[in-house]
C-alpha cells in the first residue's frame, strides 16, 4: 500500500466507487479507495437500482439527472454492460392533490433539461397493461428513467477509475483518522498508514462510526426497507416471448409502493410506516452482505393495494424478499460536501437513492474537492444543513419520518411533526396562546402565522381526503386543533396571512426572529479581515448597519451577513437562522490562524423580536428614553437602549419594507421585552404576526434569499446585488469575477414579475419561465400574493433579453402557462419612503 495520496475515499459502494472515479477524471490519478470487505457488500447489493428522476429538490434533481446520463456513457467508455433498462417510470395519480404535485414537480424539471410526459389513463394501461387504470386522474412519465443492476455499475466504474490510475484496496479496514500537524490526513488501516491531503467518507451504514474517529455526529442513520420478488408470470413471459418493451417501473406514490418487472416476474417495493432505523450504533464489524428478517405484516396493506392496481401480482407466489438498511437522513437528502470544522474533510452520506444519487454526488463532490467550487447549488444537501441539535433520538424520530413520507404528498409548506418541539424561544408558549401555527427550522419553533384563536381548527370536511395510504393532507394538532389544511394553491391559512399583513402596514406588528444565527467577531484584526471577506464596504462609523454578502472566487454568493459594529472592534454578524453551521463554518475556515481575529458564536445567548409598522416608533417611545427620531437613529443604523426595565441593541433594519426595529436582546430578557412590547402596544392594536406573512412582504419589496436568487451558480451582479458590492474598495473574495462580469457581459438577471389571472395559487419557486413561443428563458426563485399591492407576484432569474421592465412573458404554475409581465423592483414603496419614516 503506497503512504501518500491526494485524496482517500473510504467506503467502497456505488457512492464511494463513483467519487473515486470522478476524481480520477479530474485528474487525481493517485487517488486511492479503502474498501473493508467487497466492493458493494454493505447497502448496493440488495439495492433495487431504481433511478427515479423525480425530486422536488433542485439540487438533488440535478444530481439525479447526471446521474442517468453518466450511467449510459459509462457502458461506452468501459465497454461493461451495467444493466441499464431504460424502460421508463409512470408516476400514477388518484387524487387531485398528487396531480398538483405533479404538475408542480413537471415545472420544476423543466427548469432542469428534465423530460417528463404526462399520460392518460388509456395511455398507462397501453404501457402498462396489467395496470387497473380505475380511478386514476392519469400519471407523469419519465421517457429517460429505468433501473441498472447496482452491482455491475459499481464494477464499471472501478475498472474506469483503475484504468484512469487510481487505486482500490480491498479488504482493508481503516482503524483511526488523525489530522497531523501541517493540516493534513493519517488514514490508519490494518493493512499500513496514508497520508492524504484530502478524505471522503462514503461508508453508507457506517457513516457515524466513521464520523466518530475525527469527532463528528454524523446525521445519518439507516432505517429498513423491504421489497418482494415474486415468480415468473405467464403474460409478462409471453411479453418477451412477442419481443414488446418492458412495462417500466411503475410507482403509485398513494399506496405508497413501487413496482417493475424482474425476470419475468414482479418486484414490489413499499415505503410504509412503521419502518424501524436499525445500525444505530453502525454494523458489526464483520457485517458483509447482510440483511433482516422479513416482516411481511408491516407491508401487508401495501401488498393488498398493490394486488389492487396490478391484479396479476396476487396471482404469484413470493421468490424472495429482501430487507435491507438503507441509510437515511432527517429530511431524506443525501449529505454532501464539507465537513463542518474539518479541513479537507469531506462527507458523501446519507443516500436513501444510492444508485440514482452516485454518479452526480461523485461529479459534484469531486468539483469541489478539485476545483474549491460544485458547478451547482449545493444547499439543498449540504452536510452543514444539520447542527448539534441533530443527535441520536433525534435522528431515529426523523429518519423513520422521512423514510416512511417517501411517497406522501410534498406541499410547499408542509411541516412535519416528529422530534418537535426542539429548540423553542422563551416566548413560544406565548405566541401559541396568541394563536401561532408553527414550522421548525434547524431546530428552532418558529410561528408560521396565526390562527385567529387558539382553539381555531379546520373543519373535518376540510381535511377530507381520499381513501389511500398517504392520506396526510394537514398540519399536525396543536394543543388538539388541527389548523392548516396544505395545498400547492393557497390553503386556509391564506387570508390570516392577508390580515396579518394588514395590520402591520396599517398599525404594528410583532415577529420572533431568534432563530436568527449569531457571530461576534473581535480582534486587532477583525475590520480587515471582513473587509477581506465581504463584497460590502464595512460602515467606518460605529453603529451603522451594512448587509454585506459572502461572495464564492467565482462570483457566486455563498452567504448574507447583517453585519453591525456594536462595540468598538467588535462585530456582531446575523445570518439566515437555517444556515448557521453552513455560515459560521465558512467564517471558522477563512479565520486567519495568527490569533488576529476571534470568533464567538451566540446565536443561543441572543434573542430577537422584530417590531414592524408605521406605529412601531410610538410602541418603542413608551418603553424607552433613547431618542427615536430619524435625526437621531437613523435607517441602517443600531443603538443599544432599554425596552421597560429590559436591554436590547435596536437595529433598524427588516424584511418587511415598514419603519420598524428588530430588537436583538439577551435571550434571558425575552419574555419581559415581548409582554412589555405587547402591553405598550396594546392601544396601537399590535398583533404578532408570522414568517408567511414577512416573506409575502419581503418578495413585495424584491428582496433577495440565499438559495434562492443569491446563488453560487448565478454571479453577484446578476442576482441585482450592485450596490451590495464595491469592486473599488481593495481585493475581497470574488472580486476579480465580479469584474469580469462587468467586463464580459451577464449571462442572466434578477427580475420582479406581475403574474396574470391567478386567484387560487402563486407562484413558489423553482417553476419555468418561458417566452411567447414557449422556449424556456428562465426559472422562478420565489412568489407570493402581494397583498399591499394586489398583485400576485414572483421573482426570477432570466436571459437579460427578457429582463426589461414591461417584457411579457410566461410563467408554468401547476402545468397552466400564465402571462407575465416584469416589473420594475420593489413594486411596494420602490424609494423607502416608509422605511425611512
Known amino acids: 500500500m503506497q503512504s501518500q495520496a491526494r485524496a482517500v475515499v473510504i467506503g467502497g459502494g456505488v457512492v464511494g466507487v463513483s467519487t473515486l472515479y470522478h476524481l480520477a477524471n479530474k485528474g487525481w490519478d493517485d487517488a486511492v479507495l479503502i474498501e473493508r470487505k467487497e466492493l458493494t457488500s454493505g447497502s448496493t447489493w440488495h439495492a433495487a437500482g431504481l433511478l427515479p428522476l423525480f425530486n422536488l429538490s433542485y439540487s438533488v434533481g440535478q444530481i439525479h439527472k447526471y446521474s442517468v446520463r453518466f450511467y449510459e456513457e459509462l457502458q461506452e467508455e468501459t465497454g461493461m454492460n451495467v444493466g441499464f433498462s431504460k424502460c421508463t417510470n409512470i408516476r400514477i395519480a388518484q387524487t387531485p392533490d398528487r396531480w398538483d404535485e405533479y404538475m408542480y414537480y413537471a415545472g420544476v424539471a423543466e427548469t432542469i433539461g428534465v423530460p417528463v410526459n404526462v399520460l392518460t389513463p388509456d395511455e398507462i394501461k397501453e404501457i402498462w397493461p396489467l395496470c387497473d387504470t380505475d380511478g386514476l386522474i392519469g400519471a407523469i412519465q419519465h421517457p429517460d428513467d429505468g433501473y441498472i443492476q447496482p452491482a455491475d455499475l459499481t464494477q464499471a466504474m472501478a475498472k474506469a477509475a483503475r484504468d484512469k490510475g487510481a487505486t482500490i484496496h480491498r479488504n482493508t479496514t481503516v ?145 424472495r424478499c429482501y430487507n435491507g438498511a438503507i441509510a437515511y437522513t432527517p429530511d431524506g437528502s443525501p449529505i454532501i460536501g464539507p465537513a463542518p470544522r474539518l479541513k479537507n474533510f469531506w462527507l458523501n452520506e446519507g443516500h436513501s437513492f444510492g444508485v440514482t444519487a452516485a454518479g452526480g454526488a461523485g461529479w459534484q463532490i469531486a468539483e469541489w474537492i ?185 462570483g457566486g454568493v455563498r452567504s448574507e451577513f447583517t453585519v453591525y459594529e456594536w462595540q468598538p472592534g467588535v462585530f456582531y454578524l446575523v445570518s439566515a437562522g437555517a444556515f448557521e453551521n453552513h455560515d459560521h463554518d465558512y467564517l471558522y475556515k477563512l479565520a486567519p490562524a495568527d490569533g488576529s481575529v476571534s470568533l464567538r458564536p451566540i446565536t443561543q445567548k441572543y434573542g430577537v423580536l422584530v417590531l414592524a409598522g408605521p406605529k412601531s416608533r410610538d410602541v418603542l417611545r413608551k418603553l424607552t428614553r433613547a431618542d427615536l427620531s430619524n435625526n437621531n437613529f437613523r435607517w441602517l443604523s443600531g443603538q443599544p437602549i432599554n425596552v421597560g426595565h429590559a436591554s436590547a441593541h435596536a437595529l433598524r433594519v427588516n424584511f418587511v419594507g415598514e419603519l420598524g426595529w428588530e430588537l436583538h436582546h439577551p435571550i434571558e430578557q425575552q419574555n419581559a421585552i415581548f409582554d412589555a412590547v405587547m402591553a405598550a402596544g396594546e392601544e396601537f392594536s399590535i398583533a404578532p404576526f408570522g414568517i408567511r406573512a414577512m416573506s409575502s412582504m419581503s418578495i413585495e419589496k424584491s428582496y433577495r434569499l440565499v438559495p434562492r436568487e443569491l446563488s453560487i451558480e448565478y454571479n453577484a451582479l446578476e442576482s441585482g446585488l450592485d450596490r451590495f458590492v464595491h469592486p473599488d474598495k481593495g481585493d475581497f473574495i470574488g472580486r476579480d469575477a465580479v469584474i469580469k462580469a462587468q467586463n464580459d457581459g451577464l449571462n442572466w438577471n434578477f427580475v420582479t414579475l406581475e403574474v396574470h389571472d391567478v386567484d387560487a395559487y402563486d407562484a413558489r419557486g423553482s417553476e419555468a419561465i418561458v417566452d411567447m413561443d414557449g422556449n424556456l428563458v428562465g426559472r422562478a426563485t420565489n412568489g407570493a400574493y402581494g397583498w399591499r399591492v394586489d398583485k400576485s407576484l414572483a421573482l426570477a432569474m432570466v436571459r437579460p433579453a427578457f429582463s426589461a421592465v414591461g417584457t411579457q412573458i410566461q410563467i408554468k404554475l401547476l402545468g397552466k402557462l400564465h402571462k407575465a409581465t416584469v416589473i420594475a423592483d420593489s413594486p411596494f414603496d420602490p424609494d423607502n419612503e416608509r422605511l425611512r419614516g
Open 370 to 554: 478539485v476545483e474549491g467550487e460544485p458547478t451547482i447549488d449545493m444547499m439543498g444537501v449540504d452536510p452543514r444543513r444539520f447542527g448539534p441539535y441533530a443527535t441520536e433520538g433525534y435522528l431515529i424520530e426523523k429518519n423513520e419520518e422521512a423514510y416512511r413520507n417517501v411517497f406522501t404528498v410534498h406541499y410547499p409548506e408542509e411541516e412535519r411533526g416528529a422530534a418537535r418541539p426542539l429548540k423553542t424561544s422563551p416566548s413560544y408558549e406565548r405566541q401559541k396562546r396568541l394563536g401561532g401555527v408553527f414550522g421548525s427550522v434547524y431546530g428552532w419553533e418558529r410561528a408560521n402565522w396565526y390562527a385567529p384563536s387558539p382553539d381555531y381548527e379546520i373543519s373535518a370536511e376540510d381535511r377530507a381526503y381520499a381513501d389511500v395510504i398517504t392520506a396526510h393532507n394537514h398540519s399536525n394538532p396543536i394543543d388538539g386543533h388541527i389548523k392548516e389544511r396544505y395545498r400547492f394553491g393557497r390553503s386556509n391559512a391564506f387570508e390570516h396571512i392577508g390580515n396579518e399583513i394588514k395590520n402591520v402596514t396599517e398599525n404594528v406588528g410583532l415577529l420572533d426572529m431568534s432563530a436568527f444565527a449569531k457571530m461576534e467577531v473581535s480582534g486587532p484584526g477583525a475590520r480587515d479581515w471582513l473587509e477581506s471577506i465581504f463584497a460590502n464596504k464595512i460602515p467606518k462609523t460605529r453603529g451603522r448597519v451594512a448587509l454585506c454578502h459572502m461572495l464564492t472566487r467565482n
Open 175 to 319: 482503524t483511526a483518522i488523525e489530522q497531523t500537524a501541517d493540516g493534513k490526513w493519517l488514514v490508519k488501516t490494518d493493512k499500513g498508514d496514508i497520508v492524504a491531503e484530502h478524505v471522503v467518507s462514503c461508508t453508507g451504514n457506517f457513516a457515524r462510526k466513521t464520523g466518530a474517529m475525527v469527532g463528528l455526529d454524523v446525521p445519518v442513520i439507516p432505517v429498513e426497507h423491504q421489497y418482494i420478488v415474486t415468480e415468473p408470470h405467464p403474460d409478462i413471459l409471453a411479453r418477451k416471448e412477442q419481443g414488446l418493451p418492458e412495462m417500466g417501473v411503475l410507482r403509485d406514490a398513494d399506496s405508497s409502493w413501487y413496482m417493475r418487472e424482474e425476470n419475468g416476474g414482479l418486484l414490489l417495493g413499499p415505503y410504509e410506516a412503521g419502518a424501524p432505523a436499525c445500525y444505530v450504533d453502525g454494523p458489526s464489524p464483520d457485517s458483509e452482505y447482510e440483511l433482516f428478517q422479513e416482516d411481511l405484516d408491516r407491508i401487508e396493506r401495501h401488498i393488498e393495494s398493490a394486488i389492487v392496481r396490478v391484479p396479476a401480482f396476487g396471482e404469484l407466489g413470493i421468490k
